[in-house]
């Protein structure tokens, strides 16, 4: 089984502060997910990757499969970016489900 | 709307009750899987789906849970005899293939609460 491991756990910054996320993973993987939760609860997905990194306005998303570590960035974070930030791996092909990060709580204060 | 959508959105039920939560997942994606978040918890996997391959069951936490996938679509999570720590978000998502290239569409989620 796939242990993942995010940290911080908890973050606080201050607007504009550029955030580093980080998610490592103890198994070989055929994708890793970023989701994003707001309070209230409803998930959005926002990357999904198995190299390199991607990219969608402000946020960054960065996986290294050598290493089993993948990092999400915000720049020029912005308290609408406050959120519990998720990462989930698919550790093979075939019919398997996602194992989850215990996921970071970011705060950006104005 | 063209998204996941779960019903019901909220259940309360009493202790050994059998409850049924549905979800439809977006049209054409043939991936579903459940989750469920309990209180100040992350998320658990219970069950997935893909296509007709027989489902990833590894995640459901006693065999009072089940569900089905009829037709490739519509999914139910079915708790017999429900216990109070049963009591969490469930949450249904879908995607649109294979692992690598898909992103994960979430449903709102069924809050059931066991009293």
């Known amino acids: 089984k796939n242990e993942v491991e995010q940290s911080p756990q908890n973050l606080t910054a201050q607007e504009g502060e550029f955030i580093t996320i980080n998610c490592s993973y103890s198994v070989g993987i055929s994708a890793l997910h970023w989701l994003q939760q707001h309070p209230g609860g409803g998930i959005v997905s926002l990357f999904m990757l198995s190299s390199g990194k991607k990219k969608h306005g402000r946020l960054i998303a960065t996986i290294n499969i050598q290493e089993k570590h993948s990092s999400l960035h915000i720049t020029a974070s912005h308290p609408r970016d406050s959120a519990v930030y998720i990462c989930?791996?698919?550790?093979?092909?075939?019919?398997?489900?996602?194992?989850f990060g215990k996921g970071t709580h970011l705060i950006i204060q104005p | 709307g063209a998204g996941v959508s779960q019903s019901p959105s909220n259940k309360v039920t009493e202790k050994g009750k059998d409850v049924e939560l549905r979800c439809d997942p977006i049209?054409?994606?043939?991936?579903l899987y459940w989750y469920r978040q309990s209180l100040g918890q992350g998320l658990e996997f219970l069950i997935y789906f893909q296509g007709n391959s027989a489902p990833d069951k590894s995640g459901l936490p006693s065999d009072r849970f089940s569900a089905e996938r009829t037709g490739g679509s519509v999914s139910t999570l079915t708790i017999q005899r429900t216990q109070q720590e049963d009591s969490a978000v469930y949450l249904c998502a879908s995607s649109a293939g294979s692992n690598q290239n898909s992103p994960l569409h979430f449903g709102n989620g069924t809050r059931l609460t066991v009293t």
């Open positions: 049209s054409g994606h043939t991936a």
């Open positions: 989930a791996v698919h550790s093979g092909g075939g019919a398997d489900g996602l194992t």
